[in-house]
């Protein structure tokens, strides 16, 4: 290894990349509509590198990443530096690779493009390499040399970032060739060949360090995955010609893994302080005595500032356990916005408790100082933030004793309804719906006028009375076209939201918006995350006047639609200075009060909307059980105040609901939808065998996709679904809902759904 190496003091995980004005989504959609060409969107590229290089050296870091840019995402990046391009992708990567490269990203008109799925338990997307057993593997080391070569020209040393071999394929799945039971783990052999060559070259190269990030080790593993990462690392350390490796963990504790990557030769490791790993763990672990720590401790998820002499203190306890102690944050700052500084409308107020990236960058090298040469030198930094945490504590904007006091007097009555049984019949009385009810998720397609009447409205170029003129024109159409496709339960379209989340945020007490806190969500595509800062509450009502005016319309049913609180936290940056639970039941309750007064208004159907609680699943599975309970029970607590003849509905999608069947009954609601349609309803048997004996409208018709599925297919489904959940209980409905799809594709798709549901109403009244 290279003997030569620095020592490790400050650095950071990664930084953001889509640009602090956007301007990589920006160059690359237009270079995706032939608007710009290659030298264009390289030129964007290269300017986003250099700026982050020089704002982590003028910040003071002493060792600074490369390669953590991506043109669309990271894994992929990976994959492609591997080789590992599909069989579909790879005559068009053959011929030009940066065809290649997007058309495994977004496919093309002739080939899907690679699975997309969340990245661990954050709410950016990476994409899914392939890997069969016999998936062909050759280094690329183009870009990591050429990103290096880049900054070095700019006078810049970084250390070279890559996803680490085991991680790669744990984060793969079997291609179509695999058989069963195969595991991509099983490639690591042939993988590892390739990094001995990509860790000879970047030392070739000047590289001193180099940066594996191996965070599929902070997930449950068993005994054949821990001891390959055992091999894969003695393998790598046992190299000579190699630079320093330091091997990256981020999301959770490593747990066993950890002593096994310590019995191993790398130089360095790195934990995530902020998501479970402790002094006390890191202490058992002799072997971290001739290694540098590489400790997590400037939190890179989420935007607040740090305690930085509570992280000082906890930092000075970890002298000794170690070789070396480097400061860093959790993980990569991809996760956050790039600065405070552009948010010139933030109130002034919240401002001091929040770090952004480029604030979090000086956190870092602020420890580090206080550190190395003791806190007196860090004296002033030190102040200033304790006094903005002690401000922030002490505020009455996070702090209302009204919202505490309601919380603390919840009981079991306010989060149990009546009989399920006596609710359905209320409900048949009240509603007389027909078996088989036919029913959207919310959304109709967002038209460019809706769009621009919300853009207008907050430019101040559209005044209240006009827009509201125009929303209500828009929740008419779409009314007057649901009765004559013949649909049961209504909806008013939702063409008031930009967002699910956003939308309630702006409306209630306790919640920031920021200006440019844009953060990559997958690609080119961003989310502004709402700041979730203090007590919640909700002023006044914040969907009755749409919904109640939708109602007004029409004779059937209009359902009110809400988003649900584990949903509204999972899709901001909430507090952490309480438990999460304590929040979700604030956010319950203003949810509550919201139902309340719908149903005051005559609304007999409403639905809350819990699209992501899966996406908060704790990655270890003892930390799950807790997790369930506290989203479970805010969602009762958002939902049980209604008389027991109103209606709830809940909606989930986002697939994969194996872990959470259980509290998707114990959500209680009279009918749950469910994204159904890809999976072809395979969720059904689980979700009736745990007992679920309450109403179900499984997807049948698939909004992720263009296509028009025909009636055949819909009752084919609705016949599928109704093995396991009997008919008079079903409900058809689409999957999600349909705000990004066009007018043309959605009357076509609901006039068959609406086809298919009479068709299987009526051999069922015939038989
Ligand atoms: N009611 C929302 C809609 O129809 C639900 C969106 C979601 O599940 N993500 O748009
Ligand atoms: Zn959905």
Known sequence: MDESAPSIGATVLGYPRIGPHRELKFALERYWSGRIDRAELEQVARDERARTWRVLRDAGLDSIPSGTFSLYD????????????????????????????????????????????????????????????????????????????????????????????????????????????????????????????????????????????????????????????????????????????????????LGAALPLLADTPVEAIGVDLCAGATVEQLAEVP????????????????????????????????????????????????????????????????????????????????????????????????????????????????????????????DESDRTRGDAEQRRTLQHERLGLPPLPTTTIGSFPQTDEVRATRAGLRAGRVDTVTYTARMRAEIERVIRLQESLGLDVLVHGEPERNDMVQYFAELLDGFATSAHGWVQSYGSRCVRPPILFGDVSRPAPMTVPWISYAQSLTDRPVKGMLTGPVTILAWSFVRDDQPLADTALQVGLAVRDETLDLERAGIGVIQVDEPALRELLPLRREDQPAYLGWAVDAFRVATSAVADGTQVHTHLCYSEFGDVVGAIDDLGADVTSLEAARSRMEVLPALTRGGMDRGVGPGVYDIHSPRVPSVAEITELLQRAAVSVPVARLWANPDCGLKTRGYAEVEAALTNLVAAATQVRESLSTR
Not at 333 to 348: G, I, K, S
Request: net charge negative; aromatic share 6%.
């Open 74 to 253: 990271q894994v992929l990046d990976a994959a492609v530096l591997l080789g590992a391009v599909p069989a579909r992708h790879r005559e068009i990567h053959q011929r030009d690779p940066l065809a290649g490269y997007f058309a495994m990203a977004r496919g093309t008109a002739e080939v899907a493009p690679l699975e997309m799925t969340k990245w661990f338990d954050t709410n950016y997307h990476y994409l899914v390499p392939e890997i069969g057993p016999d998936a062909p593997f050759r280094l690329d080391a183009t870009k990591p040399l050429a990103e290096l070569a880049e900054a070095a020209e700019l006078g810049i040393a970084t250390r070279p970032v890559l996803l680490g071999p085991v991680s790669f394929l744990l984060l793969s799945k079997p291609d179509d060739q695999a058989p069963e039971g195969y595991s991509p783990l099983a490639r690591l052999d042939s993988l590892l060949p390739l990094y001995a060559d990509l860790l000879a070259q970047l030392r070739a190269a000047g590289a001193s360090w180099v940066q594996l990030d191996e965070p599929a080790l902070v997930r449950d593993r068993g005994d054949q995955e821990l001891s390959a990462a055992h091999t894969a690392y003695q393998a790598l350390g046992g190299l000579d010609d190699r630079p320093a490796l330091f091997v990256a963990s981020y999301f959770g504790r």
């Open 287 to 410: 072997r971290l005595r001739d290694k540098t720590l590489v400790a997590g401790i400037v939190d890179g998820r989420n935007v607040w500032r740090t305690d930085l002499r509570g992280a000082l203190g906890t930092l000075q306890t970890m002298v000794g356990v170690s070789g070396s102690l480097a400061v860093s944050t959790s993980c990569s700052l991809l996760h956050v916005p790039y600065t405070l500084d552009a948010e010139e409308a933030l109130d002034e107020r919240i401002r001091p408790w929040l770090a952004f990236a480029r604030e979090k960058v000086h956190e870092v090298v602020t420890l580090q100082c206080g550190l190395s040469q003791g806190p007196a030198v860090v004296s002033q930094e030190l102040a200033q933030a304790a006094s903005a945490i002690t401000g922030r504590r002490e505020s009455a904007l996070t702090r209302r004793p009204d919202v505490r006091a309601r919380v603390a007097a919840l």
